[in-house]
C-alpha cells in the first residue's frame, strides 16, 4: 500500500540558508502535519492542513512556513536556518482530522545545518 | 492541553521476558491514545489506537495496552519480547483537532 512520501530523505545546508521538504499524503488523505524530532528528542508538532487550510499550529518558528496544495501535497519552507534546526521533520497524513483517525507518518526528511 | 508521560526512557528486559512500558495521559474530555514505535532511523510505525470501546486494545507485533480511565494509563505490553522489538516507543494523545502530541520515548533494550 502506498504511504506517505517525503523529500528529501537527506538535506545539508548552511547557516543562514533555506529549505523546502516535500510530503506526498497517502491517497485520498486531505489531512497533513509536520513534526520535527531534534536528536533524542519526541516529534514536537509544528502544523497541520486539512483541505488545503492551516488547521492547527504548534510549535513552529515564525521562520519556517508551510502550506498544502490542491493536490494535497504539502511544502515546509524554513528559513534563516539555525544549527539548532538540525533534526529529522515528519510529515504524517490522515483522512479527516476528526480526532482519533490513525495518522501516518513518512519515514522522514533529515535536515542538518553546518 | 492534552499530554502523556512515558515513566521510564530507557526499559532493558531480557529476550521471552515481559514488556511493560508505562504511559500516562492528561486530559480533560475522553482521550484518544496511540502507542507508536521508531526503529532507527525511520518513520513512526503506528502499533495500537484507543478510540472507544473495548479498553484492551490488541495491535501488531503481539502488543497490547489497556486503557484505565481511573488510573489515567495506557501502558503497552508484550508477553514475551523478541530481540525485534528492541527500539524506540512513543505514546501519543490525540486532541479534538486531529492532532497529536507524544511522549517523550522509551527506549526499549532486549537482551539475549
Known amino acids: 500500500a502506498a504511504g506517505v512520501i517525503q523529500s528529501p530523505r537527506h538535506l545539508i545546508k548552511e547557516k543562514r540558508e533555506t529549505a523546502t521538504l516535500k510530503c506526498y499524503p497517502i491517497p485520498r488523505h486531505d489531512t497533513v502535519y509536520w513534526y520535527q524530532q531534534g536528536p533524542g528528542q519526541d516529534p514536537q508538532f509544528l502544523i497541520s492542513f486539512y483541505e488545503k487550510m492551516q488547521s492547527d499550529k504548534g510549535s513552529i518558528p515564525d521562520r519556517f512556513s508551510a502550506q498544502q496544495f490542491s493536490d494535497y501535497h504539502s511544502e515546509l519552507n524554513m528559513s534563516s536556518l539555525e544549527l539548532g534546526d538540525s533534526a529529522l521533520y515528519f510529515c504524517?497524513?490522515?483522512?479527516?482530522?476528526?480526532?482519533?483517525?490513525?495518522?501516518?507518518f513518512g519515514e522522514g526528511s533529515w535536515l542538518t545545518v553546518v | 492541553a492534552q499530554s502523556v508521560t512515558q515513566l521510564g526512557s530507557h526499559v532493558s528486559v531480557s529476550e521471552g521476558a515481559l514488556v511493560l512500558l508505562r504511559c500516562n495521559y492528561s486530559?480533560?474530555?475522553?482521550?484518544?491514545l496511540f502507542w507508536y514505535v521508531q526503529y532507527p532511523n525511520q518513520g513512526l510505525q503506528l502499533l495500537l489506537k484507543?478510540?472507544?470501546?473495548?479498553?484492551l486494545v490488541k495491535g501488531i507485533n503481539g502488543f497490547e495496552a489497556e486503557f484505565k480511565k481511573s488510573e489515567t494509563s495506557f501502558h503497552l505490553t508484550k508477553p514475551s519480547a523478541h530481540m525485534s522489538d528492541a527500539a524506540e516507543y512513543f505514546c501519543?494523545?490525540?486532541?479534538?483537532?486531529?492532532?497529536?502530541?507524544f511522549g517523550a520515548g522509551t527506549r526499549l533494550t532486549v537482551k539475549p
Open positions: 504524517a497524513s490522515s483522512l479527516g482530522v476528526v480526532s482519533g483517525n490513525t495518522i501516518y
Open positions: 484507543y478510540t472507544t470501546g473495548a479498553t
Open positions: 486530559s480533560s474530555v475522553p482521550p484518544y
Open positions: 501519543a494523545v490525540s486532541d479534538r483537532d486531529g492532532d497529536m502530541r
